[in-house]
């Protein structure tokens, strides 16, 4: 082989290793980008639904409104049915001339309200009716804060928040900001499933309440029961404390963060919090 053929050999071999590598960076940069797609759509998937769960309260807070001024149309009605129609005082001379009707014209009138607070019993049936009337999203479960409420404040609620990158992210639990050491307590009666270390929760327990609820208590400091435990509503079942991924803004992050599961699926802790 003379001279040019191995010059035009290794001229074309290189044009085809160029070729490969630039095909090769633009799928690698297509694969990217690829990526970037599909975080971008678990994204808006994660937007939709908080978007979805906003018009959800925004519709639970309108049926709330609606409530409470049906109730307070009912507490105007009975008030006014309680009203009695005096007739007027008779004039002294009146009085001192029948003395039995002086008696009957005092007593009249609360004989009247008696009889129309037995019939209706108003004031008992207003009562009954707000307290029948509070708003729960699920009346099958109902659980206890799990920390006293005293000594915690909320510091982060459920849905979007911004990350410390800027980016936004959803928050699929309640953050309690409380003292490092503070008692968490069981929101209610159930099985530890898990009790250790896990990632980014740091030191946490779940509790199994039935085959629908879920319970989490995360970045605690100590965990005081173990798995497959029973315990009851109340029950200490550990510290709160700043463990696993935390974000520090001053010398103490000490939080519980704190979920609910229904069927696999967060939801809101504060609608079934009692």
Known sequence: MNKLGKFLIIFFSLIASILAYILFEEYCFFREQSDKMIELKVQYKDYLRAFKNILEDYDRVKERLKELEESKQKTADGLESLKVEQPLPPSNQELSSKPDELVQHIVQPTKQVKKKVSSQNSVSSIGRFLRGKRHVANRDALFSWPIDTSKFWISSLFGPRRLKNKKWGFHRGVDMSAMRGTPVLAAASGTIVEAGWAKGFGKTIVVAHNQKYKTRYAH????????????????????VGDTGFVVKSGQDASHLHFEVSVDGKKVNPLYLLV
């Open 220 to 239: 605690l400091d100590k965990i005081l029961v173990r798995k497959g435990q029973v315990v009851k509503r109340g029950t200490c079942i550990g510290k």
